[in-house]
């Protein structure tokens, strides 16, 4: 399998994941009171947004890379 192929289908699963799953969501611990030894955290949930136009250009620069791989062969 060329390598051209190979990247072409990482970028269409990465467009299908975009669309599927619309951001990425991860948890920190922040202090919230530090008062001598009295510590207390708080979790919080934070998500980085993807947008569905960054998942629709990389499914189509991985078909792109997919034909190109193919006339190339």
């Known amino acids: 399998m060329k390598p ?3 990247v072409g289908i ?3 699963v990465l ?3 975009t669309f599927a799953y619309q951001g990425i ?3 920190t611990q922040e202090k919230v009171i ?3 030894p009295l510590q207390m955290t708080a979790e919080k949930t934070r998500t980085i ?3 569905p136009i960054m998942g629709g ?3 189509a620069g991985g078909i792109a890379l997919l034909i ?4 190339n062969s």
């Open 57 to 59: 250009i990389a499914l």
């Open 25 to 27: 969501t991860y948890t």
């Open 68 to 71: 190109v791989g193919k006339r």
């Open 49 to 51: 947004p993807l947008p």
């Open 15 to 17: 467009g299908i994941a």
């Open 4 to 6: 051209l192929s190979i």
């Open 34 to 36: 530090d008062f001598g």
């Open 10 to 12: 990482l970028l269409i």
